[in-house]
């Protein structure tokens, strides 16, 4: 089956053998009576050549291991790259079989293994050091198989809290208008992922956003799950957006809100770029964790910077600050939507970055949209995060 695989010229076609042999073999295994709690594919070198070298630079997200110094930083420069068909088509159709995937390439476990990138000048691949990569590979099995590697801590007498993500994707031809997905995250560290409904385009600045019922119902849907899992629905709702909050979106937001009898909500727009950065003196960026308030309703944040414990920048690109807009604010405390936003940057276990870019929220509708585009619509997939990663 794999020089069948290699052998087909035919991309798609290759992509598809490949995700129905893989998907074959999981659905063997969760038909057992003790079906296991995870499954790792490890994709053979020659099946990684044919279905993941068909693009001109990787995707940020295309395996775990992907080493820190062969990723593109999520502050460096925004460039288009093709989506890892592979991966989102497999994530996809093994949803349905309620057990989480890990890929693996044999870089991970031998260092032995090469396998060539079809990039302007073929270069090895390389990888990170062994504890690093134990570290990503065992921190990621835990949380897949149920376990939560750590939480965001709490005061006590806070109002518990839960934290949504709304974004949106292309559909596979490209073309079709963006979908909206959800990214639920509560303080226990528990993932939920929602698929909405179809994205519009505001006609003055072609912004995706949801019509309001849809975005009544995402929202409707999300607190309702989140209900299922604690027993009662948070005393406060944080909504971040990479786009702006549309009003006839902010009015179905606010409806469910309603609903849902929550009185507390904070709407917080983060554009993908500052226009505001702030220099220190010496050679070093500043601090991760600086803030500065621009007005009332902004604030910049530095969720990558230098860290006082390394006395240095551990990064390759200069800095660029979060910009949070509240667009709605019910929480008075600026300071702790800011700390919670830099908590939220440290929820990704699909890796050791302690300093990412990016809350979990806005981080995961990246790996989210890539799957969701091959689940087909009127199904509805599995919510849990852990199948996404």
């Known amino acids: 089956m794999i020089s069948r695989i290699v052998s087909e010229k035919d991309d798609d076609k290759a992509v598809s053998l490949a995700v129905e042999v893989f998907t074959n073999e999981v659905k063997v295994l969760a038909e057992q009576d003790q079906p296991p709690q995870v499954v790792i594919c490890a994709l053979p070198v020659e099946i990684i050549e044919r279905v993941s070298n068909m693009r001109t ?126 990214q639920l995250f509560d303080e226990r560290g528990e993932g939920l992922i929602l698929k909405g409904g179809p994205g519009l385009k505001d006609k003055a600045d072609r912004q995706p956003y949801l019509s309001s019922l849809d975005a009544f119902n995402l929202t409707r849907t999300a607190l309702q799950s989140y209900k299922k899992e604690h027993g009662n629905y948070p005393a406060r709702l944080v909504i971040h957006k990479t786009s702006r909050f549309h009003p006839e979106e902010r009015e179905g937001f606010q409806k469910a809100i309603e609903q849902s009898e929550i009185e507390i909500a904070d709407f917080i727009w983060m554009p993908r770029r500052s226009p505001v950065r702030l220099f220190r003196n010496g050679v070093y960026p500043p601090l991760r964790g600086t803030a500065m308030r621009l007005d009332d309703a902004q604030t910049i944040l530095y969720t990558r910077g230098s860290v006082d414990f390394f006395r240095t920048y551990p990064g390759l690109y200069v800095p660029n600050p979060l910009l949070l807009h509240a667009q709605r604010r019910d929480t008075p405390d600026w300071n702790l939507l800011l700390k919670e936003t830099l908590a939220l940057t440290k929820m990704n276990w699909n890796g050791t970055q302690f300093d990412g870019a990016l809350p979990i929220t806005l981080k995961a509708a990246r790996q989210v949209g890539d799957i969701l585009k091959y689940v087909p619509d009127g199904t509805t997939p599995d919510p849990r995060y852990r199948f996404y990663m």
């Open 57 to 182: 630079q990787p995707s940020e997200d295309d395996q775990e291991d992907v080493p820190a110094d062969e990723k593109e930083p999520e502050d460096a420069p925004v460039t288009d790259r093709e989506i890892d068909n592979f991966r989102g088509a497999l994530k996809a159709t093994t949803l349905a079989l309620r057990i989480p995937i890990q890929i693996v390439w044999p870089t991970t476990y031998d260092n032995d293994a090469v396998v060539k990138r079809k990039l302007a000048e073929l270069s090895t691949r390389k990888v990170q050091d062994e504890a690093t990569r134990a570290w990503n590979f065992f921190c990621a099995l835990y949380y897949k198989a149920g376990g939560t590697p750590w939480r965001m801590v709490r005061d006590q007498r806070e109002y518990s809290a839960t934290f949504m993500g709304v974004s949106f994707f292309e559909g596979l031809d490209g073309t079709s208008l963006q979908t909206s997905s959800a």
